[in-house]
């Protein structure tokens, strides 16, 4: 399990937790209908609804809006919406992948490339930066879950490709066939995982030292993230934690 580059997804940094909790389930929500929607109600035989119903659990969705999200996936009611994926630069240097969840393609696209714009970025073409990510398995778990070597062993008996641990939690990498596999055999011992989901994982990173850029890059993300359609933004960037302390 060879080590890779360190990089910070939106889903970890501070600022995602400071969001209102409306949004969030907004963002919870549309994911749980859409994952029960394009197959079974029952996330014991949907694998990303499973995903989709772990992750809204952590984020302290009641029980109550999970069963309504699902029953209206059910009832065929709302929106429809669709997965669509925007790749582009971002201050330093920085590929951008950003995924988003629309009933709105062109609300959605003038938002992301106005955002991207006004922040110092810009957006490319299909493919201009995803060859430089890998389409991985990410399952997450808090530091609580146990120490390095004990995650590490989990992770290695379960079939993992690769771990990172750290004093925030544990990211444990799979290939995407076997995300869900994997994640079940670490139940036993690791217990319920905080995420569950396919991720991109940068094939090299780009370190921002500059606190310019990096807090110029920062306030990207965070608009990004603001924005009710995206659902997950990935980068191949690395901010020095000394400079990430200097931008509070």
Not at 82 to 100: D, T
Not at 207 to 222: C, F, P, R, S
């Amino acid at each position: 399990m060879a080590g890779h580059s360190k990089f910070k997804n939106i889903m970890y940094r501070k600022g995602a937790q400071d969001k209102k909790r409306s949004a969030l389930f907004s963002k919870l929500s549309r994911e749980i209908t859409v994952a029960a929607r394009n197959g079974l109600p029952d996330p014991t035989m949907n694998a990303r609804l499973r995903a989709a119903v772990i992750a809204a659990r952590a984020g302290g969705m009641p029980k109550d809006n999970i069963e309504r999200s699902i029953k209206k996936a059910e009832g065929g009611d709302g929106e429809n919406y669709e997965e669509i994926r925007y790749e582009g630069f971002g201050p330093g240097g920085v590929a951008l992948i950003v995924e988003a969840l629309t009933d709105n393609r062109n609300r959605t696209a003038t938002n992301i490339r106005t955002i991207v714009s006004k922040n110092g970025g810009n957006l490319g073409a299909s493919g201009s930066v995803s060859h430089g990510f890998d389409r991985m398995g990410l399952i997450s778990y808090p530091a609580s879950a146990g120490d390095a070597d004990k995650v590490f062993e989990a992770a290695l008996e379960a079939g993992a490709e690769d771990v990172q641990s750290s004093e925030d939690g544990h990211e444990i990498w799979t290939t995407q066939d076997s995300l869900h596999e994997v994640a079940r055999a670490l139940e036993p011992a690791l217990g319920e995982a905080e995420g569950t989901k396919l991720a991109w994982r940068p094939q090299t990173s780009v370190k921002v030292d500059d606190e310019t850029a990096a807090g110029q890059l920062m306030k990207l993300i965070d608009a990004l993230d603001d924005d009710d359609d995206v659902q997950a933004v990935w980068g191949n960037y690395d901010v020095p934690d000394e400079v990430m302390e200097r931008l509070g």
